[in-house]
């Protein structure tokens, strides 16, 4: 008998028709391929609208005095910028996306291990955005208390604080869910032969991620719940006139908000742990050494809130336990950045998008890294807190951190995902513009924090001008980027051309199936049998 | 054990994976009141003497009442699952009709409670709690707070139950398949754990 090769044609999982067709067919889906694209079309739209916030505040800075908008706008604008880019982007951001779309392929698994519920999560996410976005038009005008929702100014504000809230603790609560699942997944889903120890590096952060977003989210959402019953209600947990102690809120609120931090930025370092060895051409250096210390950064990072309250009142005990602290989390972060150095070097590099943006990501988060340091530290964090320095600070680390490892993920995986392959030329080019635009919109508020101007202010002293005008400039810049980086990936979509299953001749298992991957993922579930970086 | 068979692989259900999902969420919902716990001992300790005033509002017989009814409905949930494991449907249905009833006199015991708070012009917002000292305003918001969250998680769990309990009744939960009977059962045993936090903290304090 002829040995014939009949190539039975799996659909994937973009053309897959299940039960229903179309946008139904989407809005029922419970395959985490799709559920992930999902969560990347809605981050996206918000996202976008975080920018445009972002783009107004620093053309309102652009010189002293009212440019666009009063006080009282600029407030709620900077609240809405912080919620949206925060709670929508960040927060949800690298994991929700490429997590649910590569977890269970990167561990040799069919879809998560609870996809109806996976699903659900999405569902609280865009409900949850609909609360916080109801708050801008219900009510007496938007909130204007700063994402953190400070007592008591939040309890005593006319503004619609309640629905922002309510918003907030609904997005937890699908955070919570997708914590849930992903650690489940990787408990009980992967491929035989891949021991925990064998599992790719974006798994692990994946799984430590998780584990923050189990134990610190509650917290929040009790909080969340005391400010709602204390605003409707009347009860006095954190109005000092009724009883109450507005310090324990913050205590509270950042118990969750800075573990979110790492729930920010592990997937991140994740993504440029995957995105390193495939283009170095070589294995991971320290493959154990960086499991353990995004672990630590986990834990370490559950017990360092009290760096945001320098200022507040804290005992000098406290004041300086939680400063130390502070510091041994830079330790861990240090290593992984020694990790991915010491990966490159003698390794024959493929410069490509994704590793350039992976290169971006190191530099802008070393700088977010050492001026967290200065604000860490007891002494300089009383010269510039609340000021602009930062502001700078967090937005290296978040958008620096998280926005870039977003975009490099995007650059990384969108042949997978899409099964076509953009520009690699003006990827490089819009990559260029925005990183130089950031750095322009970003580093000059350094300057302006140590020289004293205040952060949520929507006007300032003569003598801030010239760097809040580099400043605006810079916003113009890295906005341009972004739209050449979009359009080019957004016109890559359209594009006619051959499927590529492995552009980068990757390792990890994703890059083993077709692109786009099929429905159930594997034929068949591989066997695992070296780690995941083979690649000399 | 040479040949541990992931059923999950093939198919698409996974009792373990069920269950250890219930776990870490149950993890959450302690936490989430581990919030509450830190508020109170917070307050507390800044109010030791109004607190233990206050406290002497509530009737411990009352408290009581509850706490045995808690407890004898986790012993009814937990006969459930062991009859369904031993194939005792009707018991299962049985004592799963028991439990909701039992979560229902509690609710019920609650709402005379409440009442006569409610009767007094004691509630959150009133006149009368507004002109209470901080720290008997602190313990009872935290009163009111508290108890009603724990009885949005009985109904959530009365909801649960009932649920199962038509499960059961149809045939979709059975002997072979009783995870969503079990993840029920350990919802309830966590709501019943939290009031045996809250009624000595509210009700038997010194």
Not at chain 1, 354 to 367: G, N, S
Not at chain 1, 371 to 384: E, K, N
Not at chain 2, 1 to 24: C, F, Q, Y
Not at chain 2, 145 to 158: E, K, S, W, Y
Request: hydrophobic share 50%; proline share 5%; glycine share 10%.
């Amino acid at each position: 008998m002829a040995e014939q090769t009949i190539h039975h044609h799996e659909p994937n999982y973009l053309e897959y028709r299940g039960k229903y067709k179309g946008l139904a067919g989407w809005l029922t889906t419970t395959d985490h391929k799709r559920i992930g694209l999902l969560y990347f079309y809605s981050m996206m739209t918000f996202f976008l609208s975080g920018v445009v916030m972002g783009l107004l505040m620093k053309y309102e800075l652009i010189a002293p005095g009212e440019q666009l908008m009063g006080a009282q706008t600029y407030n709620g604008l900077f609240t809405l910028h912080g919620l949206t880019m925060i709670f929508l982007f960040v927060i949800p951001g690298v994991a929700a996306v490429f997590g649910n779309f590569f977890l269970p392929i990167l561990i040799g698994a069919k879809d998560v291990s609870f996809p109806r519920l996976n699903l659900f999560s999405w569902y609280l996410y865009i409900i949850g955005a609909i609360v916080v976005l109801i708050s801008q038009f219900l009510g007496d005008g938007p909130p204007d208390t700063g994402w953190t929702f400070y007592a008591p100014y939040s309890l005593r504000t006319n503004t619609n604080v309640v629905a922002a809230v309510t918003g907030a603790f609904i997005l937890g609560f699908s955070s919570i869910l997708t914590g849930l699942n992903f650690i489940v997944t990787m408990h009980r889903l992967r491929a035989p032969g891949m021991g925990w120890m064998r599992m790719p590096l974006f798994c692990w952060t994946l799984y430590g991620t998780g584990w923050i977003q189990l134990l610190a989210t509650p917290i929040v959402g009790i909080t969340f719940l005391m400010v709602m019953a204390e605003r409707l209600l009347g009860i006095g947990f954190f109005d000092p006139t009724i009883g109450g102690d507005p310090i324990l809120y913050q205590h509270l609120f950042w118990i969750y908000s800075h573990p979110a931090v790492y729930i920010m930025i592990l997937p991140a370092m994740g993504v440029i742990t995957e995105i390193i060895p495939t283009f170095a051409r070589k294995t991971i250096f320290g493959y154990t050494a960086i499991i353990i210390s995004s672990m630590a950064i986990a834990f370490v990072g559950y017990f360092v809130w009290g760096h945001h309250m320098f200022t507040a009142g804290m005992s000098s005990t406290s004041r300086w336990v939680f400063s130390l602290l502070t510091f041994l989390v830079a330790i861990p972060s240090a290593i992984k950045v020694f990790n991915w150095t010491a990966t490159m070097y003698k390794g024959s590099i493929n410069i490509q998008p994704p590793f350039l943006w992976a290169i971006a990501f190191i530099f802008v988060f070393m700088i977010g890294g050492f001026s967290g340091l200065v604000v860490g530290s007891l002494a300089t964090d009383i010269h510039v807190h609340d000021t602009a320095f930062v502001v700078a600070h967090f937005h290296y680390i978040v958008f620096g951190g998280t926005g870039f490892a977003f975009f490099g993920a995007l650059h990384y995986w969108y042949p997978k995902m899409f099964a076509k392959m953009y520009n690699i030329r003006i990827a490089n080019i819009g990559l260029l513009i925005f990183f130089i635009g950031f750095n322009l919109l970003y580093f000059p508020m350094f300057y302006l924090g140590l020289m004293g101007m205040p952060r949520r202010y929507y006007d300032y002293i003569p003598m801030f001008e010239p760097a809040n005008l580099l400043s605006t400039i810079g916003s113009w810049i890295m906005a341009t980027g972004l739209i050449i980086i979009l359009v080019n990936l957004s016109r890559a979509r359209k594009m006619t051309g051959k499927a590529v299953d492995d552009p980068w001749d990757g390792k990890t298992l994703e890059w083993q199936i077709q692109s786009p991957p099929p429905v159930e993922n594997f034929d068949e579930i591989p066997t695992i049998t070296t780690g995941p970086y083979d690649y000399k | 054990m040479e040949t541990t068979i992931n059923p999950s692989v093939d198919l698409h259900r996974d009792d373990t994976a069920s269950k250890i999902g219930m776990w870490l969420f149950i993890f959450t919902e302690i936490l989430l009141f581990g919030g509450l716990f830190l508020v109170y001992s917070v307050y507390r300790f800044r109010n030791p003497v109004a607190f233990h005033l206050a406290h002497e509002e509530l009737s411990i017989t009352m408290g009581f009442i509850n706490t045995v009814i808690l407890l004898i409905s986790s012993a009814t949930v937990a006969i459930a699952i062991t009859a369904m494991q031993k194939h005792n449907k009707k018991l299962t249905m049985m004592m799963l009709g028991l439990t909701l009833l039992l979560a229902l006199v509690f609710l019920i015991n609650k709402y005379f409670e409440w009442g006569a708070k409610f009767e007094h012009g004691m509630y959150p917002g009133s006149e009368l709690m507004a002109n209470l000292g901080h720290g008997d305003m602190l313990f009872f918001s935290l009163y009111f707070f508290m108890t009603g969250l724990h009885g949005v998680h009985i109904i959530i769990g009365m909801t649960l139950l009932a649920i199962t309990l038509v499960k059961v009744k149809k045939g979709a939960v059975h002997a072979g398949k009783y995870q969503l009977l079990e993840n029920s059962g350990l919802y309830w045993h966590l709501v019943d754990l939290i009031w045996i936090f809250l009624f000595p903290l509210f009700y038997l304090i010194h």
